[in-house]
């Protein structure tokens, strides 16, 4: 089945201590994204990479770093979380850069 | 730079009613332009999308969209409004970007539709 997953689904962490969301895709896509969702704002991007090794800033990256070693892997990674990083972080791929993007179930992150 | 704009955070509408939810966007150039549903405690899935093909675009479970053009829009349709239709439901555009910031697609904020019995 045709998909994108993310682990895990819900973490609870406190300030300060290093975290890894992992994101993969088995559809072969060359892009992919990450976004996170706070309500009445809604989806803002983080990063996104174009292909492997080739990763840029979206719209919101302070606090965050992603790496793209492989195609269908793109973790989002924050070093040392902070409470306003509590949100539902997205990830999310497609076949080229501004294709449709099939989106991951979501990871909610509680930073205390 | 591209924007969207989703008019009303909560539209109500019972159930059997037409079902309108609102998008305009802003573009240099025509824009691909996408229609994303959320369930509750769920991932974004595509409902429908334009990418300069026919103006009228069909999507699944009913749902349609119109661009047009001359008004910067592509609202969301469907005649017949379900139950299960209740969601949030997010606009987004994709145009190629110039400068720094966001890429691929930008999102409207959503709109809460909610189905009375």
């Known amino acids: 089945e045709a998909q994108v997953t993310q682990n895990p689904r819900y973490l609870i962490t406190v300030t300060g201590k290093k975290l890894t969301v992992t994101c993969s895709q088995n559809m072969n896509h060359e892009y992919m994204s990450w976004y996170r969702q706070d309500p009445g704002l809604g989806l803002r991007q983080i990063y996104y990479s174009m292909n492997v090794e080739v990763t840029d800033k979206g719209d919101v990256p302070e606090g965050y770093k992603v790496s793209r070693k492989e195609k269908r892997n793109f973790p989002l990674i924050l070093e040392s979380p902070s409470p306003n990083q509590t949100s539902l972080y997205f990830c999310?791929?497609?076949?080229?850069?501004?294709?449709?993007?099939?989106f991951g179930p979501g990871t909610r992150l509680t930073v205390l | 730079a591209q924007s969207v704009t989703q008019l009303g955070s909560h539209v109500s509408v019972s159930e059997g009613a037409l079902v309108l939810l609102r998008c305009n966007y802003s573009s240099s150039v025509p824009p691909y332009l996408f229609w994303y549903v959320q369930y509750p405690n769920q991932g974004l899935q595509l409902l429908l999308k334009y990418t300069s093909a026919a103006t009228l675009v069909k999507g699944i479970n009913g749902f349609e969209a119109e661009f047009k053009k001359s008004e910067t829009s592509f609202h969301l349709t469907k005649p017949s409004a379900h139950m299960s239709d209740a969601a949030e439901y997010f606009c987004a555009v994709s145009e190629p970007k110039s400068g720094g910031g966001a890429d691929g697609l930008t999102f409207g904020k959503g709109t809460h539709l909610i189905i009375q019995p």
């Open positions: 999310a791929s497609s076949f080229r850069r501004y294709n449709e993007q099939f």
